[in-house]
C-alpha cells in the first residue's frame, strides 16, 4: 500500500528565508508525485508535478527515489506562500487516485 | 470555463440517516473522483467515476456509494452515518482519460467541498 507522509504539521519562516516543507513516501512501484496548495478561503489546487520539472511561484521538487522523498523547496520565501501544502502520490497508471500526506502549514512572517 | 461546483455548502445531519452530495464537474471533464477529509488530515481517496463506472474505490466501506450522469455530474450517497463521517468531502474532476485508463493530463481540480457534520 502506498503512504504519504508530512513529518511537519506546521512550518513558520520569516520572510525572505529558505523553506523546505518535507514529504517522504513509501510504494514499491512507479509513483508520480504531486504538490497541492490550498490558499486561505481557496479551493485546493496543484502548485506543482515531478514529471514537468518545473519551477512554479518560485517552488521546485526533486523526486529523489533513493529517498522516496519529494520535498518542496523555495530559496526566499515571501508572505503569500502562506498557505496549506499537501504533498500526493498516484500509482502511475492507476488513473489519478491520488494519496495525500496530512499537510503542512506555511506561515511566512514579515 | 465553469470550475467544479459541490452543493450543499454545509449539511448537518444525525447518526443513522443517509446524505447525498452532489458535484458539477468542470466543462470537458469526464472523470470525477471523491475525497474525504478529516479535520487536521489531508484528503483520502473514496472512489473515482469514470463515464458513468466506478474506476477504482478507497478503503471505505460499502455504505459509501456513488453515481455520475451523462453529463458528468456527480453524486455521493452515505448510508447510515456516523459521527466518524463527519468531514470536508471533495469533489475533483481530470480531463478525459486515454485509452485503458491512463491520464494523458493528471491535474485535478477541486471543488470548494461540503462540510458534513453528523450529530
Known amino acids: 500500500a502506498q503512504r504519504v507522509t508530512q513529518p511537519e504539521k506546521l512550518l513558520s519562516v520569516f520572510k525572505g528565508a529558505p523553506v523546505e516543507l518535507k514529504c517522504n513516501y513509501s510504494?514499491?512501484?512507479?509513483?508520480?508525485l504531486f504538490w497541492y496548495v490550498q490558499y486561505s478561503r481557496q479551493r485546493l489546487q496543484l502548485l506543482l508535478r515531478?514529471?514537468s520539472r518545473e519551477s512554479i511561484k518560485g517552488f521546485t521538487a526533486d523526486l529523489n527515489k533513493g529517498e522516496t522523498s519529494f520535498h518542496l523547496k523555495k530559496p526566499f520565501a515571501q508572505e503569500e506562500d502562506s498557505a496549506m501544502y499537501y504533498c500526493?502520490?498516484?500509482?502511475?497508471?492507476?488513473?489519478?487516485?491520488?494519496?495525500f500526506g496530512g499537510g503542512t502549514r506555511l506561515m511566512v512572517k514579515p | 470555463e465553469t470550475g467544479v461546483t459541490q452543493s450543499p455548502t454545509h449539511l448537518i445531519k444525525t447518526r443513522g440517516q443517509q446524505v447525498t452530495l452532489r458535484c458539477s464537474s468542470q466543462?470537458?471533464?469526464?472523470?470525477v473522483s471523491w475525497y474525504q477529509q478529516a479535520l487536521g488530515q489531508g484528503p483520502q481517496f473514496i472512489f473515482q467515476?469514470?463515464?458513468?463506472?466506478?474506476?477504482g474505490r478507497g478503503n471505505f466501506p460499502p455504505r459509501f456509494s456513488g453515481l455520475q450522469f451523462p453529463n458528468y455530474s456527480s453524486e455521493l450517497n452515505v448510508n447510515a452515518l456516523e459521527l466518524d463521517d463527519s468531514a470536508l468531502y471533495l469533489c475533483?474532476?481530470?480531463?478525459?482519460?486515454?485509452?485503458?485508463?491512463?491520464?494523458?493530463?493528471?491535474?485535478?481540480?477541486f471543488g470548494p467541498g461540503t462540510r458534513l457534520t453528523v450529530l
Open positions: 475533483a474532476s481530470t480531463p478525459s482519460l486515454g485509452t485503458g485508463g491512463l491520464a494523458r493530463n493528471n491535474e485535478q481540480f
Open positions: 500526493a502520490l498516484n500509482r502511475l497508471r492507476a488513473g489519478n487516485m491520488l494519496t
Open positions: 515531478h514529471i
Open positions: 510504494y514499491s512501484g512507479s509513483p508520480e
Open positions: 467515476y469514470y463515464r458513468e463506472e466506478e474506476n
Open positions: 466543462s470537458g471533464h469526464n472523470t
